[in-house]
């Protein structure tokens, strides 16, 4: 059983070509050695404002469940709707950002994004980010399905970066699980950015962690 991530297609493919324009026009204007997590930020902000919804960056996840501790996790962005003008209804979204780059492609520390969004109970619509620079590809497994499961055992342990596990482990046990589950798919692709939904899953799976990425 899964928590569905619940923004339109249109809503979502409006998203990405938000974004995506958005890095394009920044290259152009000479940008791009300057581009990075925060600054991609900015466009997220700027469309979910524009379709009605409040943003906060930073988020603290304790304020937004009291449970757990406060200042483990924090949400680079969250929108939700505050308004009834608002052309997505209840929306509650949580936004990780990476920026992939020659020197940091963050491939592991995806991990710990995952970890982050599919942490809460509740309805949320839970988004992973991911966006490149013109030096880079996206590895490939960013454009399949995949269902992965983190705690203490062998498929937490593929993850090869020690420094990311042990966040991980962290982050789950300021919550107080010992495993959380999730189903991460590409929701959205444009040549530079990929928006990967990411739904919490209830029961735990038999699938394996591929090392790699």
């Given at each position: ?46 469309y979910f404002i524009g ?156 699938v394996r962690l591929d090392?790699?990425?």
């Open positions: 059983m899964r928590q569905p991530s619940s923004l339109s297609h249109d809503l979502t493919s409006g998203l990405a070509d938000a974004i995506s324009h958005w890095i394009a026009y920044k290259q152009r204007c000479g940008f791009e050695g300057l581009l990075s997590e925060s600054m991609l930020v900015m466009p997220i902000a700027e379709h009605g919804l409040a943003v906060t960056a930073e988020q603290d996840l304790y304020r937004l469940v009291q449970k757990g501790k406060s200042g483990v996790i924090n949400y680079d962005l969250v929108a939700e709707n505050r308004s009834s003008s608002s052309s997505l209804g209840e929306a509650k979204i949580l936004v990780e950002v990476k920026f992939m780059t020659a020197r940091g492609q963050n491939h592991a520390r995806l991990h710990s994004d995952f970890v982050k969004l599919a942490i809460p109970e509740g309805q949320f619509t839970r988004f992973a980010v991911v966006a490149r620079d013109l030096n880079v590809s996206f590895p490939s497994f960013l454009k399949e399905t995949k269902t992965y499961s983190y705690g203490g055992g062998a498929q937490h342990h593929a993850i090869g970066n020690t420094d990311v596990r042990a966040s991980i482990a962290g982050k789950l046990e300021a919550y107080g699980l010992e495993e959380v589950t999730c189903s991460v798919k590409p929701a959205a692709e444009r040549e530079n950015v990929v928006i990967l939904a990411v739904d919490r899953m209830e029961l735990p799976t038999s090392a790699s990425t």
